[in-house]
């Protein structure tokens, strides 16, 4: 059973503060990652892709990928309230058929 | 609205009655996956179609659950007798046609079945 895992926290950060969050997987095929983030009730909406080993940075969001430790971290710089959500971490199948969700992180910022 | 579009947003349905969901993907995607959210569990892949060809159905339950994506038209994910356990959040997504691509998903539609 190939599983991305993410620890479901409540992650807690002061506005203005960096939020790490973090997800491991367990397939080695997997190719593409992904960082959805969900407020109650909402619909997943897409924050970042990832493809390659490195940092991705996208304004005030960096995705790092480390393919040999099978570990994918997403950085939010700036931390807003409008920030707090579930964070939901993905990885493609190998097949690229599928999306494999974590258990989301939830993320709070406090003003 | 160029987004994915789902309906009904919400839907009730009482027990061994059919739930019919729709989908509509985003203007240039021809790549379509439904996903369930079930309460207090993650996102869990259902299926994947294109147009008139399921490609993956590996997330689907052998019994009561059917897709289709026909040449025009919404996609379509039907439920047969439904159960209380079948309640949940039934999101669609859609892509643009490669394998590994980004998925954008609806808004969602929360099946109720009392």
């Known amino acids: 059973q190939k599983e991305v895992e993410q620890n479901s926290g409540p992650l807690s950060v002061p506005e203005g503060a960096i939020a790490s969050l973090n997800c491991t997987y367990s397939?080695?095929?997997?190719?593409?990652f992904f960082w959805y983030r969900q407020y109650s009730g909402k619909s997943p909406e897409l924050i970042m892709s990832?493809?390659?080993?490195g940092d991705k940075e996208d304004g005030r969001f960096t995705a790092q990928l480390n393919k040999a430790s099978q570990y994918v971290s997403l950085l939010i710089r700036d931390s807003q309230p409008s920030d707090s959500a579930t964070y939901l971490c993905?990885?493609?199948?190998?097949?690229?058929?599928?999306?494999?969700f974590g258990k989301g992180t939830t993320l709070s910022v406090s003003s | 609205n160029a987004g994915v579009m789902q309906n009904p947003r919400h839907l009730v349905r009482r027990r061994g009655q059919e739930a019919r969901l729709r989908c509509s993907p985003m203007?240039?995607?021809?790549?379509v996956y439904w996903y369930r959210q079930l309460p207090e569990e993650g996102l869990k892949f259902m299926v994947y179609?294109?147009?008139?060809?399921?490609?993956?159905e590996s997330g689907m339950p052998k019994e009561r659950f059917s897709a289709e994506f026909p040449k025009e038209g919404p996609s379509i994910l039907r439920i047969q007798q439904v159960v209380r356990g079948d309640s949940a959040a039934y999101f669609c997504?859609?892509?643009?046609?490669?394998?590994?691509?980004?998925?954008?998903f609806g808004p969602g539609t929360r099946l109720t079945v009392t």
């Open positions: 997504a859609s892509s643009p046609p490669r394998t590994n691509s980004e998925q954008y």
């Open positions: 397939d080695r095929g997997s190719q593409s």
């Open positions: 990832i493809y390659s080993n």
């Open positions: 993905a990885g493609g199948n190998q097949a690229g058929t599928a999306l494999i």
């Open positions: 203007k240039g995607h021809s790549h």
């Open positions: 179609l294109q147009k008139e060809n399921i490609i993956d």
